[in-house]
């Protein structure tokens, strides 16, 4: 084991130390080969190694340049190897790394507080991932029916298309069937009702309903963004049933659409919000947020984290906040979401296999006539990284920085692409 975990550094290093165009592929053979027989095999992965990254640029074992789209699925919404993140954990790394939740250090609260501010919703849980702030989510929602003196009302209401996460509960409120099938049974008394169909979310929300989900924006959904009419009914069917309302902004929250959080730009307060994916800009971090009456019911020991909130990563995740603001990204996402958005709406008029191009700020779908992983596979070759999900849908999720002009050259190379131009 040992000499096999040396072998792959080994080859790594070798690999950098080469002239990189020259650089052969031990490194990628070693890794590969060590993945095959040692890891789960929940990952279809190409035959690349990543070494390192810059803003928007991503290099391999072998030298070759590519131009990050995905950022990591919405994490690196700063690019790769930002200075000041690159400092805050190098800084924070030979202060304090972890003290466990039994004891208090300066930037829980710190970072509580600027959540807070920023969402209007004023408690917060902090945990690791965004699997795990739907999790307290649901937890919240039944344990507050029960300290209410409603112990029957435990069914959750999500949407067709959901994505939720993989744990047990999240699991139980994510729609796709392949994903459930080999897990359950999960969680009962849950009902998926179809988007943007508000008559069925009033026949569906009732005096059991503990809890109702939804994406603002739905992103393994397709890239849908539900309209400010559909959540403000939501929010009405919720108030009228005495159910708790959650907003799951793990990957359309912190800035993503140009606003810190999406459901901003409806006017739709929630009663919980999930927020992780770019919030400590890479390092694993998740939060819960609530209105104050949501919180009381969580009293010492009813809920926890090893690891949620550590030092390090609330660290970070302020020094994520600081650059955001300081650097107007917000500003900027929106500016370049509009510019993008023209650039692929240009493309699907030239392209009759672009069907649609969806999204808000730099959460891009382009719904394609074919398969979209393929289509993602030789933009790989060129050295564009995107994502697919929905089937169709080619996802976009690049830094927040990310030039249009970059994107607007991405627009050109999928149009050759579509047209079966050779690179
Ligand atoms: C990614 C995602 C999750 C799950 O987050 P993890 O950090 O992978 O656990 C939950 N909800 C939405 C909307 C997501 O995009």
Known sequence: MRDEVDAVSRALDEAAARDARTAPAPARSAAKDLETRHLYPTYRRPDLVFERGSGW????????????????????????????IAKAIADQAGRLIHCSNLFRHSMQGALAERLARLSGLPRVFLCNSGTEAVEAGIKVARALAR?????????????????????????????????????????????????????????????????????????????????????????????????????????????????????????????????????????????????????????????????????????????????????????????????????????????????????????????IDRPAAPVVDALLKRGWIVGSCRGEVLRLLPPYAVPPEVLERFASVLGDLLNGEPS
């Open 57 to 84: 640029t991503l290099w391999d074992s072998d030298g070759r340049e590519y131009v990050d789209l995905l950022g990591g699925i919405a994490v690196n919404a700063l690019g790769h190897a930002h200075p000041r």
């Open 147 to 367: 300290a209410r003196g409603e112990p029957a009302r435990t069914d959750l209401v999500a949407l067709e298309g959901s994505f939720h996460g993989r744990t047990a509960g999240a699991l139980s409120v994510t729609a796709e069937p392949s994903y459930r099938a080999p897990f359950e049974p999960l969680l009962q008394g849950v009902r998926f009702v179809p988007p943007e169909d508000v008559h069925a979310l009033r026949e569906t929300i009732g005096p059991r309903t503990a809890c109702v989900l939804i994406e603002p924006i739905q992103g393994e959904g397709g890239v849908r963004c539900l309209s400010a009419p559909y959540l403000a009914a939501a929010r009405e069917a919720c108030d009228a049933a005495g159910a708790l309302l959650l907003f799951d902004e793990v990957q359309c929250g912190l800035g993503r659409t140009g606003w810190w959080f999406a459901f901003q730009e409806s006017g739709v307060l929630p009663d919980l919000a999930c927020v992780a994916k770019p919030l400590a800009a890479g390092l694993p971090l998740g939060a819960l947020l609530g209105r104050e009456e949501t919180a009381a019911i969580l009293g010492p020991g009813s809920h926890g984290s090893t690891f949620g909130g550590g030092p390090l990563a609330c660290r970070v995740a302020l020094e994520f906040l600081d650059v955001v603001e300081e650097e107007r990204l917000l500003e900027r996402v929106r500016a370049t979401g509009v510019r993008a958005v023209r650039a692929f709406r240009g493309l699907a008029d030239r392209q009759p296999a672009v069907r649609d191009v969806r999204g808000r700020g730099l959460m891009i779908g382009i719904e």
